[in-house]
């Protein structure tokens, strides 16, 4: 038998030293067993007892710091077109697209006080949804039970002199947001006012409603 060759241990054919993985345990530098029968028992393995088996991959990670870090990283690259196919699924769901563009929002408003060098908290979404909840979820403009129409508006607007802060966003439906715009002071009579026009609005579009 030549030197470039070796008889696989399970399924006894004659292979190649490459069709074998690498082990400086063992004389010769190879597995006893083929790559092929090395995979085979090794699915079979995880079919018999994945837990055990991803219990074994999650020590090796933590024992293998650099190496994990590498390997994540390569996997990362290698499934950025799936993941990115996966975000774009995921997006077709309109609660999720919804979600989404709230956000957007949310964080293009804070950028709009960053550059206007106001001062502009960091806040979270778990904060957002206590500050709704002070307002039983409600628009504080026209009392509409907000959806995927909710808007943070900047009670005092960032044009004048208002801060990116929890205390000054005030939950609003897009209806009144766009009405109210930057005015300010903002008055009660005003508040009024919008309201109504907008409670009108929605009365005459009852028959193609708008919100989800
Ligand atoms: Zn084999
Ligand atoms: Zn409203």
């Given at each position: 038998m030549s030197r470039r060759q070796k008889v696989c241990s399970m399924c006894g054919k004659l292979l190649a030293l490459s069709a074998f993985h690498r082990n400086k345990r063992k004389k010769d530098g190879r597995?006893?067993?083929?790559k092929e029968c090395n995979n085979r028992r090794q699915r079979l393995a995880y079919a018999a007892n994945p837990q055990k088996k991803i219990a074994q991959t999650r020590r090796y990670h933590l024992e293998h710091p650099e190496w994990s870090k590498e390997r994540l990283r390569a996997h990362h690259v290698a499934h950025k077109d799936e993941r990115y196919q996966r975000y774009v699924d995921r997006g077709k769901d309109p609660r999720i697209a919804a979600k989404r563009r709230e956000a957007t929002r949310r964080s293009e408003s804070r950028r709009r006080a960053l550059k206007r060098g106001l001062e502009a908290e960091l806040i979270s979404e778990f904060q957002f949804a206590l500050r709704l909840e002070e307002f039983d979820g409600?628009?504080?403009?026209?009392g509409e039970i907000l959806g995927a129409d909710l808007h943070w508006d900047h009670f005092r607007p960032l044009t004048a002199?208002?801060?990116?802060?929890l205390s000054n966003l005030f939950p609003a439906c897009d209806l009144c947001n766009v009405r109210k715009n930057?005015?300010?002071?903002?008055?009660e009579k005003r508040r009024k006012e919008i309201a109504e026009e907008v409670r009108a609005l929605r009365k005459q579009s009852v028959s193609k409603p708008e919100r989800r």
């Open positions: 597995d006893p067993a083929c409600k628009c504080y403009i026209c002199g208002g801060r990116h802060v930057s005015c300010w002071p903002f008055t």
